[in-house]
Each structure stands twice: as structure tokens, then as C-alpha cells.
């Protein structure tokens, strides 16, 4: 896959890095993701990778990208129905890396007016690069109320680390969603009110 677009000094640290032909880094970061690498390199790399990534909102073409990275995609049809919906209404956005769709999020305003954040996926293989962070950024940057929230499950520790490090707030548990893993709510208070 061609990396024109890529800065060339990133192209050149993940080959150095990976030690291999690629020329893509959707084909780089396993190899890179398996390196033992120091953690200044790795932050040099991470900030790299985080260049990389771009988000725009989601079209019809990106539907089948988004059901196959989707952790319940390919089996729920539902899910499927309602990512399709998504796309229609346009409340979602994607991540790319190298124009390969490897993430996304969905914005709605249906929870007391307040914008909610009803979905976030990144694919497994790109995760821990800074996706769903940039893909959070996005949206709140779009979001039309004052306040925004999402949630998540009690067993979801990774989604609940993202959410401390990129600032929101507990508000509130909802129990008896999901039998025996209460919904954790979250909330950031949004600076551009629209
Ligand atoms: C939760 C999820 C969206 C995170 O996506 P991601 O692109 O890997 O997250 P990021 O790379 O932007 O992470 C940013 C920061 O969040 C924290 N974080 C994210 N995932 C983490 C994990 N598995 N363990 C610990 N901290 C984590 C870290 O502080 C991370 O920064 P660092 O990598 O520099 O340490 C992803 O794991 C996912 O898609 N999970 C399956 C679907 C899901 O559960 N969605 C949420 C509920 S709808």
C-alpha cells in the first residue's frame, strides 16, 4: 500500500524500527507492537503514529470497514442495522491510518438533549495508538451542548482508562442494563457551547 502522503521521517522509523520492506504502517505497527522497544522510542514512535491518524465523518463506503472492525459486527445484526444508521443520520465519524478505516465513533443527543458518545471502536490490531483519543477529540469538538456523555460497562477496564486520561468525569451508575455489569456513566463538560 502506497505511503506517498506519510512524512517521509515516519515511513523511515518504522522501517528502521520494523527492520522489514513494508512500506505501509497498517502492515508495520504488529511488527512494531511486538518490539521490545525503550519507552523514549516508543513515545517517539507514538507520537508518530498519532500524525498519522486522521478523522472525517463516516460515509456509506465505510460501512463494511466499520462492521468488520467492530467488536460484535461480523454476528450482530443489529449492530450492523444500527451502524448503518449512523452513517445515514451522520453521527459518526472514522479514524484512518494510511486511508485504511480502523476506527470509529457515534455522537447522538437523545440522552436528555445532552450530546452521548453511543459508540467508540478501534480495531484490535491498532489499538494503544492514539485513535480513540483522537476520535474523542473530534467529537467533542463537534458537540453541540455543553456537556457530554458516555458510558461504559463495569468489566470495560480499557474503555474506563481512556476516559480518565482524556478527562471525563463519573456521573452515576445504571444497573440491570447488563446482567451483573452495571453501565458506568461519564461526563466532560464542553468548552465550545453551540
Ligand atoms: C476502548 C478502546 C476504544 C480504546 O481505543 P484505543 O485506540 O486503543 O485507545 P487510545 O490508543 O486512544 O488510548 C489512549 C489512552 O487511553 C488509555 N488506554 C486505552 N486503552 C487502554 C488499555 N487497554 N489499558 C490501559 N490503558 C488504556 C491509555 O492511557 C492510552 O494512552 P497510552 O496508550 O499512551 O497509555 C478500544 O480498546 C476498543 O475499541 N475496545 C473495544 C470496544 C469498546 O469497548 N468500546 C468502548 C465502549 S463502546
Known amino acids: 500500500m502506497a505511503s506517498s502522503h506519510l512524512p517521509a521521517s515516519a515511513v523511515a522509523v518504522l522501517h528502521r524500527e520494523t527492520a522489514n520492506k513494508h512500506t505501509s504502517p497498517n502492515a508495520c505497527w504488529p511488527a512494531v507492537a511486538a518490539l521490545r522497544l525503550s519507552s ?5 514512535l507514538n507520537v508518530i503514529c498519532e500524525n498519522m491518524i486522521s478523522i472525517r465523518p463516516a460515509t456509506i463506503r465505510d460501512v463494511d470497514a466499520m462492521i468488520s472492525l467492530d467488536t460484535t459486527g461480523l454476528e450482530d445484526k443489529a449492530r450492523q442495522v444500527h451502524i448503518r444508521s449512523w452513517v445515514a443520520a451522520e453521527k459518526a465519524m472514522v479514524g484512518e491510518i494510511d486511508g485504511v478505516v480502523v476506527g470509529y465513533a457515534v455522537i447522538e443527543y437523545t440522552f ?5 458518545i453511543t459508540m467508540l471502536q478501534v480495531a484490535e490490531a491498532h489499538r494503544r495508538r492514539g485513535v ?5 477529540m473530534r467529537l467533542e469538538s463537534a458537540c453541540r451542548t455543553e456537556k457530554l456523555f458516555t458510558s461504559t460497562n463495569e468489566s470495560n477496564a480499557p474503555m474506563q482508562r481512556l476516559l480518565d486520561a482524556v478527562g471525563y468525569l463519573r456521573s452515576g451508575t445504571v444497573y440491570n442494563l447488563d446482567e451483573g455489569d452495571p453501565e458506568l456513566i461519564y461526563f466532560k463538560r464542553i468548552a465550545n457551547d453551540r
Not at 523514549?40 to 517517539?44: E, G, H, S, T
Not at 480513540?132 to 474523542?136: E, F, G, R
Open 40 to 44: 523514549k522510542r516508543r513515545a517517539v
Open 112 to 116: 436528555f438533549g445532552q450530546g452521548f
Open 132 to 136: 480513540a483519543a483522537k476520535l474523542l
